[in-house]
């Protein structure tokens, strides 16, 4: 749509490689591994990749935000094919995990916020974490309004989305899902 200057700001998952888009990060989240509160992996400490090569793992499906962060982690450390279920949603993920059923990997900012508090944990397995970013996009050679340059203005400061008090635990679900 912004190619098409139907819209003149437009936001995505992935930094764009378009040469006539500029494309910059303002939401900074992260896929974590997260299981039930009553799972034994749940609070565990010292806990290595490897410990999870027995549990089923739950990831979305093709194609979604993150799918490609996550599918990196699990092959970096051999865990591909545990892959027990490819979901629709994060919702689902989070049901599954929720019903005790096995490991789910969600962006952070799906596990609650707004004084909404979600019963799962994150394990502690910094390895099969990682950054994911929410990118907004503009074309290059597009006169700004005043109204998009304040726009831009306000949604850039790395201060908005990060830091105490900001909206880092909020649910903010990205455009594809």
């Given at each position: 749509m912004t190619?098409?200057?139907?819209?003149?700001?437009?936001f995505i998952s992935r930094a764009s490689t378009r040469p006539e888009?500029?494309?910059?990060?303002?939401?900074?989240d992260e896929i974590v591994p997260i299981v039930n509160a009553d799972h034994?992996?749940?609070?565990?400490?010292?806990?290595?990749?490897?410990?999870?090569?027995?549990?089923?793992?739950?990831?979305?499906e093709e194609g979604s935000t993150?799918?490609?962060?996550?599918?990196?982690?699990?092959?970096?450390?051999?865990?591909?094919?545990?892959i027990a279920m490819e979901a629709a949603s994060h919702e689902a993920i989070r049901a599954l995990v929720m019903a005790g059923a096995g490991i789910g990997f969600v962006p952070r900012s799906c596990l609650g916020g707004a004084g909404i508090a979600v019963p799962v944990s994150i394990i502690d397995l910094p390895q099969l974490c990682a950054p994911l970013n929410l990118h907004m996009v503009c074309l290059?050679?597009?006169?700004?309004s005043d109204a998009q340059a304040r726009f831009m203005e306000l949604a850039s400061p790395p201060d908005l989305w990060s830091g105490p008090g900001a909206f880092n635990d909020s649910s903010l679900p990205f455009?594809?899902?």
């Open positions: 190619l098409g200057r139907t819209v003149d700001v437009g888009l500029d494309s910059q990060p303002v939401l900074v034994p992996l749940a609070g565990a400490d010292g806990l290595k990749p490897k410990d999870l090569m027995h549990e089923m793992i739950f990831v979305r993150g799918r490609d962060t996550t599918d990196r982690l699990l092959q970096e450390h051999g865990l591909s094919d545990r290059k050679d597009r006169l700004q455009a594809s899902d």
